[in-house]
């Protein structure tokens, strides 16, 4: 299996458990979704701050951030994920339910996500008319996938 898949792997794990955990974790902070939030953010400390600042200290690879535009974007990319994270927490605290915001999350993302990746990297040849049935096979697979879940 190539090293990618398992970090894929990992991602679908670690994003499939996350919305479930955050519930289960909101409802026992008395549904406070500004605590829940809170925790998130220095989980994100511990696990994107400290564990890759301490392999970037010990690298000494400090001046990759002389990049101007990497660092504008990745900032901006972090601000982007945790806007999502705080949509969802607010999703949750105002009556989402754990089995209905991941489809919805999850199914709309990668498609917004390929359309953003075609504005910063313009393709070569127009999509296939297979691309928007994709698009519209998605849609209809989280639609029947909503009508039909568990309650």
Do not use: C, D
């Amino acid at each position: 299996m190539n090293t990618w898949l398992l970090f894929v792997l990992l991602t679908v794990l670690s994003w499939g458990t996350y919305i479930p955990t955050l519930h289960k974790g909101q409802a026992a902070l008395g549904g406070s979704g500004v605590h829940s939030f809170l925790l998130v953010g220095l989980a994100y400390l511990v696990v994107a701050i400290a564990v890759p600042g301490a392999m970037v200290a010990r690298a000494g690879t400090w001046n990759v951030y002389a990049s101007t535009s990497g660092v504008a974007f990745t900032f901006g990319a972090g601000v982007l994920g945790a806007v999502g994270a705080l949509g969802i927490v607010l999703a949750l605290v105002n009556g989402g339910r754990p089995t209905v915001v991941p489809p919805l999350v999850f199914a709309g993302a990668p498609v917004v996500a390929v359309f953003v990746a075609m504005l910063y990297n313009p393709p070569r040849e127009s999509p296939s008319p297979l691309f928007y049935l994709g698009i519209v096979m998605a849609a209809a697979g989280v639609g029947l996938f909503m009508a039909n879940r568990p309650h």
